[in-house]
C-alpha cells in the first residue's frame, strides 16, 4: 500500500489541481460553484487535458498497432515453424525469433496499450478523490469548502460521489446504469470500429486477431460489471475518455488508415473522386502513358528521323557539262543525238 499510496498522491494533487482549475473557469463564465453541472464539466475537461498529453504517446500507439498488422504474416511463420513443439527449448527459441522480429521493424506489443496503462494511475487517483468527498477530504487545492460544494453537487438529482451499490435515491441508480451502458457501448464501438475498418486482412486471422475479438467482448463486460462500484463523477470522466477515443480514432481511421485496410480503400476512392491519386501512389510519380498532347515526358512524341533524299533522275537531254551560251555544246563533248543515235 505504501508504494501505491507513493505513486497516487501526487496525481491525486494533479487532478484536484486540474479539476479545481476548471471549476473557477466555469464560475468566471457564469456558472453557479454548487452546481452539478459546473463539477461535471469540470470532469470533462479534466479529461481533455489528460488526453492532450497522451496525443504523442496515441500516436506511437497508432504506429504500433499498424506494425503488429503487417508483422502478422511472418509472426504466422515463426508460430508454423514451433507448432507442436512443447518443450522449453523451443519456447524459448520463439520468443527470441519473436523479439527479434519485433526489434528488427521497431515495434513493441506494449506500446499499443500504453495510454491505457498510464490513464489507469489517473483514473484511481480521480476515484480516490472522488470517494474521498463525501468522507470530506481535502486534496491540495480542493479544500474544505469546495468539498462540502462538491458533495452537494448533483447531476439530475444524483450525487456525483455516489455509487450504484451505495445509492440511496433511484435517480442515482438510473443515471448510474445508464451511464454504464454509454461506457460500455462506446468502448465495444471503439475497438469495433478499429477491427472491422483499419485491419488488414492478413491481420484478420490468427492469435493477434483472437485477442482482439476477446477484447472486444470482454473489456464491455468488465467495464459494466465494475462499474456498479464507481462514483458517478469517475463513470462520467471514463465515459467522456471513450468519446475521445472513438472521435480521435475515427479521424485517424479516415485520414492515416493501415495499408491494405478497407479504410485504405475507402481513402483512395474518395481521392479518386477528387482527381487525386490513391494513397499508395501519393506523392510518386505516374507511370501511366498520358494522352497525346499533355506535354508529358511519358507521352511525348517521338522525333522524325530525317531520311536521306534520293536524287531525282534527270532526263538523258539535259545530262551531261552545260553548254555555251550559243547553245552549241563545248570542245570535246558529244552531241546528244549521237550519242543517242550511238547507243542506239
Known amino acids: 500500500m505504501g508504494v501505491i499510496n507513493a505513486i497516487l498522491e501526487p496525481l491525486e494533487y494533479i487532478v484536484a489541481w486540474i479539476m479545481v482549475a476548471w ?3 466555469f464560475t468566471l463564465v457564469g456558472l453557479p460553484e454548487a452546481s452539478g453541472l459546473t463539477w461535471a464539466l469540470s470532469i470533462v475537461g479534466l479529461v481533455i487535458v489528460i488526453r492532450i498529453l497522451l496525443i504523442p504517446l496515441f500516436v506511437k500507439q497508432i504506429k504500433a498497432s499498424r506494425g503488429l498488422q503487417l508483422l502478422q504474416p511472418e509472426m504466422k511463420k515463426i508460430q508454423q515453424k514451433y507448432k507442436g513443439k512443447s518443450d522449453q527449448a523451443s519456447k524459448e527459441a520463439m520468443t527470441r525469433e519473436m523479439m527479434a522480429l519485433y526489434k528488427h ?3 513493441n506489443p506494449l506500446s499499443s496499450c500504453m495510454p491505457l496503462l498510464l490513464q489507469s494511475p489517473i483514473f484511481f487517483a480521480l476515484f480516490r478523490v472522488l470517494n474521498g468527498i463525501p468522507n470530506e477530504r481535502t486534496v491540495g487545492p480542493l479544500d474544505a469548502e469546495l468539498v462540502r460544494q462538491a ?3 448533483t447531476l439530475f438529482g444524483a450525487p456525483l460521489s455516489d455509487t450504484f451499490l451505495k ?3 433511484l435517480s442515482t441508480q438510473v443515471l448510474t446504469v445508464v451511464l454504464i451502458i454509454l461506457m460500455s457501448l462506446t468502448t465495444f464501438t471503439t475497438q469495433r470500429q478499429l477491427m472491422q475498418k483499419n485491419m488488414p486482412a ?3 486471422e490468427g492469435q493477434f486477431a483472437q485477442q482482439q475479438k476477446i477484447m472486444l467482448y470482454v473489456l464491455p463486460l468488465v467495464f459494466a460489471v465494475s462499474g456498479v462500484n464507481f462514483p458517478i463523477g469517475v463513470l462520467l470522466y471514463w465515459l467522456t475518455t471513450n468519446l475521445w477515443s472513438m472521435g480521435q480514432q475515427f479521424y485517424v481511421i479516415r485520414r492515416m488508415p493501415a495499408p491494405g485496410s478497407l479504410a485504405e480503400q ?5 481521392r479518386q473522386r477528387a482527381g487525386k491519386a490513391p494513397l499508395s501512389e501519393a506523392g510518386s510519380p505516374s507511370s501511366t502513358v ?3 498532347g499533355t506535354g ?3 507521352s511525348a512524341p517521338e522525333r522524325a528521323t530525317p531520311q536521306r533524299q534520293q536524287p531525282k533522275r534527270q532526263p538523258r537531254s539535259k545530262r551531261g557539262s552545260p553548254q555555251r551560251p550559243g547553245g552549241r555544246p563545248s570542245q570535246g563533248q558529244k552531241r546528244p543525238d549521237a550519242d543517242a543515235v550511238g547507243g542506239s
Open 296 to 298: 508529358t515526358a511519358d
Open 167 to 169: 445509492a440511496d435515491t
Open 202 to 204: 492478413s491481420a484478420m
Open 290 to 292: 498520358s494522352e497525346p
Open 151 to 153: 458533495d452537494a453537487a
Open 105 to 107: 521493424h521497431g515495434t
Open 266 to 270: 475507402a481513402l483512395n476512392a474518395r
Open 23 to 25: 471549476h473557477k473557469l
